[in-house]
């Protein structure tokens, strides 16, 4: 039977395909999510592949995409795979799944959200304070290795990294508020609380439906790319 970290992921999964959380299988192509932490020539690998495919949509020659940009953007997308199981899970089935980081798969994809799948673990770190569960279990453990590894490899501030963890979270809410609005006051009320207190303070701020984050990704760097809608500028800096 699964236990109950199952049953909670498996609703979270429901919301659409950044809330999946596989079951992991020998075999099956997944690697060890600890490798983007320890392997810096992994992390380049990622980050040249992004460039190629933003390159090719902006139709211009990879050498005008900015690594370090793409590199955040490219973080921009683990995160929303880290924090977005975890985060529906919590707030559509009050548990915050007992993840470990070696206990985490992905898998290469070229675009689309990263194929994320866990090992068993044994379920026994739940304390019943939600937001302080995700802040510790997932924030703290989770991402914040990940966030750093990206950090030292490309050279972007933990501003702008720290900045794109919480604009995903924002962008989860967003969408469980869409698929589940029995439960958008719950979820809203656990990002709050995210953001007035522990690892994500003073990086957003969220009034009613709206979220504006107090970093930019560096999104507007990409050719013809623009500002996204939660960036805190107002409109993209003119290129010296």
């Not at 995409?65 to 795979?81: C, D, Q, Y």
């Amino acid at each position: 039977m699964p236990d109950e970290d199952d049953m909670a992921l498996d609703l979270a999964a429901e919301v659409g395909p950044f809330f999946v959380l596989d079951r992991w299988i020998a075999d099956a192509g997944w690697r060890p999510l600890t490798e983007l932490i320890d392997r810096p020539d992994v992390l380049a690998e990622r980050v040249t592949t992004a460039r190629s495919m933003l390159a090719e949509r902006s139709r211009v020659p990879v050498d005008e995409i900015e690594e370090r940009a793409t590199a955040s953007i490219v973080f921009l997308g683990l995160a929303a795979r880290l924090v977005s199981p975890a985060f529906a899970a919590a707030a559509l089935a009050d548990r915050v799944p007992d993840l470990h980081l070696d206990a985490l798969w992905w898998q290469p994809v070229t675009g689309g959200p990263w194929p994320l799948a866990r090992s068993a673990t044994d379920g026994s770190r739940a304390t019943g304070d939600l937001a302080e569960d995700l802040d510790t279990r997932v924030l703290v453990d989770l991402v914040a290795p990940v966030l750093e590894a990206f950090g030292r490899t490309f050279g972007i501030s933990s501003q702008v990294l720290w900045g794109n963890v919480t604009s995903s979270l924002a962008g989860a809410l967003a969408m469980l508020r869409t698929a589940r609005p029995d439960r958008a006051a719950i979820a809203t009320q656990l990002v709050t609380q995210l953001l007035e207190h522990g690892t994500l303070t003073g990086t957003g701020d969220l009034t009613g439906p709206t979220f504006v984050r107090r970093s930019c990704c560096l999104f507007y760097r990409v050719p013809g790319a623009g500002i996204c809608g939660d960036c805190v500028l107002d409109e993209a800096p003119t290129p010296a």
